[in-house]
């Protein structure tokens, strides 16, 4: 209920927010690059979640790897426009992706499930397509625990920063009025010396543990036509405004940029230009659903780095602005994986599948049950491991062969499982004709299976369509 009372909030201040623009006209809202007076007061105040890295804080072998290793992934072709799916239609994605990460991790977005590329992970026997390509998973999973870390830094530094606050406010608060405790605050706490404590351990390791990195390249003087950024005129861009999606609560998304920069490029920068330079890229941000807030747009050059801390990506949007030369990015994510691994799955297979039962003497199957809530999960994970896991896959997962085939022996378990669960609907089917059934309880499964069998055959039509 609270989601699509927020989805429907949105809407509504989306729709308000068009129909300013159609008032303006040619007339953009107005956005600041470094530029501007009052670039960094902005920043400060309204983005302030933001962080940036030059590229000159990284270590330079970290760079010398990790810009390898997304060129060798682009000699073996592993980037891959990404089929999505808004608002009911198809649509080829501008940027090519490469999703590499935890085994058994998946990544969904605009109703799209990307399977990672397995980094190589201890206890996992992970065979990749050329040593390359090994070395390649091993310089982002570097760059990962890199990036973990100055996660972690920054949240720290957050937390410290806003506790200050807290105290200078208290303080302020004391001389004015009655005293307040700091712990009546809410954010912080104390331990028995008067120090504020920050957030535990745990937390921070939670929002900053990535489990996976969405690699992305463009060229854009290969492309046809780039939409148009429409709220603050822009320009090109390559990634539209949007929040990430799938991502655990208040994680962090931290990433790292490499724009193959030439010199022609370099100089275009210096001069006097108004508003930002469509020769550079940039990563853009706004206030969501904000009409009065100047947007930022940020310029990005080789090796640079940003950090999106706390509720950023919920309170604000972003877009990636193209610029003249190739670029990659990877964008390191601690997906919510709930219910996107292969770990997952698995479990929720085997849950399924614990009412099929195989009659010792005749090896004839049947049901253990007809309740209705039993014959219902069961042909809920039906839907889920067709839908959501074998479809998506092979609608766009055999080009992750060209890395590795570890997802190969995964796919023909779950092919295996989904098979035993078609079998238990024809069991279902054949149960509720007999006349023994109690009219009642039959009536309840019938209803309940017909929605689920309904769903099935309108998804089944879809996928076939696509």
């Given at each position: 209920g609270g989601t699509m009372?927020?989805r429907?909030g949105e809407?509504?201040?989306e729709?308000k927010?068009?129909?300013l623009?159609?008032e303006?006209?040619e007339?953009?809202?107005?956005?600041?690059t470094?530029?501007?007076?009052d670039?960094?007061?902005l920043?400060?105040?309204?983005?302030?979640k933001?962080?940036?890295?030059?590229s000159?804080?990284?270590?330079e072998e970290?760079?010398q790897?990790?810009q390898?290793?997304?060129?060798t992934?682009r000699?073996?072709?592993?980037f891959?426009q990404?089929l999505?799916?808004?608002?009911?239609?198809?649509?080829?994605?501008?940027v090519?992706r490469?999703l590499?990460?935890?085994?058994?991790?998946t990544?969904?977005?605009?109703n799209t499930?990307?399977?990672t590329?397995?980094?190589?992970t201890?206890?996992y026997?992970?065979k990749?397509?050329s040593?390359?390509?090994?070395d390649?998973?091993k310089?982002l999973?570097?760059l990962n625990?890199?990036l973990h870390i100055e996660?972690v830094k920054a949240l720290?530094?957050?937390?410290l920063?806003?506790?200050k606050?807290i105290k200078d406010t208290?303080?302020?608060?004391?001389?004015?009025?009655?005293p307040?405790?700091?712990?009546e605050?809410?954010?912080?706490?104390k331990?028995?010396?008067g120090?504020c404590?920050p957030?535990?351990?745990r937390?921070?390791?939670?929002?900053?543990?990535?489990?996976?990195?969405?690699?992305?390249y463009?060229d854009?003087?290969q492309?046809?036509?780039l939409?148009?950024?429409?709220?603050f005129g822009?320009?090109n861009?390559a990634?539209?405004?949007?929040?990430d999606e799938?991502?655990v609560e208040?994680s962090?998304?931290a990433?790292?940029?490499?724009s193959?920069?030439?010199?022609?490029?370099?100089e275009?920068?210096?001069?006097?230009?108004k508003g930002r330079?469509?020769?550079v890229?940039h990563?853009?941000?706004k206030?969501a659903?904000?009409?009065?807030?100047?947007?930022l747009?940020?310029?990005l050059?080789?090796?640079?780095?940003?950090?999106m801390?706390?509720?950023?990506n919920?309170?604000h949007?972003?877009?990636?602005?193209?610029?003249?030369?190739?670029?990659f990015?990877?964008t390191h994510r601690?997906?919510d994986s709930s219910?996107g691994?292969?770990?997952?799955?698995?479990?929720q297979?085997?849950?399924?599948?614990e009412?099929l039962?195989?009659?010792?003497?005749s090896?004839a199957?049947?049901?253990?049950?007809?309740e209705a809530?039993?014959?219902k999960?069961?042909?809920e994970i039906h839907?889920?491991?067709?839908f959501e896991?074998?479809?998506?896959f092979w609608?766009?997962?055999?080009?992750?062969?060209?890395?590795?085939d570890?997802?190969l022996k995964?796919?023909?378990?779950?092919?295996?499982?989904?098979r035993?669960?078609?079998i238990?609907?024809s069991?279902v089917?054949?149960?509720?004709?007999?006349e023994?059934q109690?009219?009642?309880?039959?009536?309840?499964?019938v209803?309940?299976?017909l929605l689920l069998?309904?769903e099935?055959?309108?998804?089944?039509?879809?996928w076939?369509?696509?």
């Open positions: 009372k927020r429907a809407r509504e201040k729709l927010k068009k129909k623009l159609e303006l006209g007339n953009r809202l107005p956005y600041l470094p530029a501007d007076a670039f960094h007061q920043w400060k105040t309204k983005y302030s933001l962080i940036f890295r030059k000159d804080t990284v270590p970290l760079h790897m990790v390898e290793s997304f060129l992934l000699e073996h072709n592993c891959f990404d999505v799916r808004i608002k009911g239609k198809d649509f080829l994605t501008p090519s490469i590499i990460g935890n085994p058994g991790c990544y969904k977005y605009l499930r990307l399977f590329v397995p980094w190589p201890e206890g026997d992970i990749y397509c040593p390359q390509i090994h390649a998973c310089a999973m570097r625990d890199y996660a720290q530094e957050q937390n920063s806003e506790t606050e208290t303080v302020i608060d004391r001389e004015q009025s009655s307040t405790s700091l712990t605050q809410g954010s912080v706490s331990d028995q010396s120090v404590v957030e535990d351990d937390s921070l390791k939670n929002r900053t543990s990535y489990n996976l990195t969405l690699l992305n463009m854009p003087l492309m046809l036509y939409k148009q950024e429409p709220y822009m320009g861009m990634v539209s405004w949007h929040h799938n991502l208040r962090v998304v990433v790292y940029s490499y193959c920069e030439d010199s022609a490029i370099e275009s920068n210096e001069q006097e230009l330079d469509p020769a890229w990563v853009g941000l206030v659903w904000d009409i009065e807030t100047p947007g747009a940020i310029p050059h080789q090796g640079d780095i940003y950090l801390l706390d509720d950023l919920m309170t949007q972003h877009c990636v602005l193209a610029g003249l030369s190739p670029r990015s990877s601690v997906a219910r691994t292969l770990e997952y799955i698995l479990g297979c085997e849950l399924a599948l009412n039962q195989t009659d010792s003497d090896l199957l049947s049901l253990k049950s007809l809530a039993v014959v999960q069961a042909e839907n889920e491991v067709e896991w074998l479809r998506q609608f766009q997962g055999k080009r992750y062969l060209k890395c590795t570890w997802w995964p796919m023909a378990k779950l092919e295996e499982f989904w035993k669960m078609e238990m609907t069991l089917l054949s149960e509720v004709r007999k023994q109690i009219e009642e309880q039959r009536n309840e499964t209803s309940c299976f069998l309904e099935r055959q309108k998804l089944r039509k879809e076939t369509a696509r």
